[in-house]
């Protein structure tokens, strides 16, 4: 079978890549940038035997609590789940023992993922060291307050009214799937050059993809699963490659678009 190209253009609200796709290290080597694809799973039993629907876990991740301290940079994560069980320390999240906080969430349904930071104080180095001197795949667990509802399976099925107060780093997640995914520093990845993290053509790609919702929906819109690709491949012109059996899906960034248009008035 001839392999065929498909042509989808991503318009993206936010600039796209005008260079080649790198990673902008962390301002500070104090801190580790990484990334945890999974934080939460909706509409599946986790280890707890509960279940998260996702317009309810939805809600909560948007809450305007969770999104005033994501503007604020104070999501922080503490070092495992406070031990006191009162509503009043559970709803508390405590800097002192913090490890890490939450720059950002993504909503890729039925997963909810998150960009994580290292905390500048003793215990924020703490865990740095862990992760890159001692190779520690560190986790995460939600903590939050609900109503709960048994079904005939015994499984309790989370209900409104529902809060998220915030993630803390765990040994053993309930959520099986959220240990750190990768990390983002250059220094950490040992592949820095003129203060970026150079990436090379299938790394790039599959960045752009992993990074871009409108990039996923597009594909979803073509009935294409972008964690089921055979290949992503990014070119220095701004070319995004997609390949799922025969067919390969050239991608255009807005970036590529502009030039062209810039180049072709210009002309």
């Not at 999104?67 to 070092?79: D, H, P, V």
């Not at 099925?157 to 529902?162: A, G, H, K």
């Not at 594909?219 to 964690?227: N, Q």
Request: glycine share 4%; charged share 30%; proline share 3%.
């Amino acid at each position: 079978m001839r392999e065929k190209d498909v042509s989808v253009y991503l318009f993206m609200e936010d600039s796209g890549p005008m260079c080649d796709a790198s990673i902008i290290k962390s301002p500070s080597s104090n801190v580790l940038t990484f990334k945890v694809d999974v934080m939460q799973e909706a509409d599946a039993v986790n280890r707890n035997n509960r279940s998260y629907p996702w317009d309810i876990l939805y809600e909560g991740c948007n809450a305007p609590f969770i999104l005033e301290r994501l503007a604020t940079n104070s999501l922080y994560c503490e070092c495992g789940h406070p031990q006191e069980m009162t509503v009043q320390r559970q709803m508390r999240i405590d800097r002192t023992n913090a490890t890490c906080m939450i720059k950002k969430l993504e909503f890729n349904k039925p997963f909810i993922g998150a960009v994580v930071e290292t905390l500048a104080t003793q215990m924020g180095k703490d865990l740095k060291a862990l992760i890159t001197e001692n190779g520690t795949k560190v986790a995460f667990s939600m903590r939050s307050l609900g109503k709960g509802k048994l079904d005939k399976n015994g499984v309790t099925i989370v209900q409104r009214p529902f809060r998220v107060i915030t993630w803390d780093e765990v040994i053993h997640p309930s959520v099986s799937k959220a240990y750190i995914s990768r990390i983002l520093n250059e220094s950490a990845e040992e592949k820095v050059k003129a203060d970026k993290l150079i990436l090379n053509e299938e790394e790039a790609g599959r960045f752009f993809l992993d990074s871009s919702d409108y990039a996923k929906k597009t594909l979803s819109d073509l009935g294409v699963d972008h964690e089921d690709v055979d290949s992503v491949v990014a070119l220095k012109d701004g070319t995004i490659l997609v390949k799922k059996g025969s067919i390969t899906y050239k991608c255009f960034c807005e970036a590529k678009i502009e030039r062209a248009l810039r180049n072709y008035l210009a002309d």
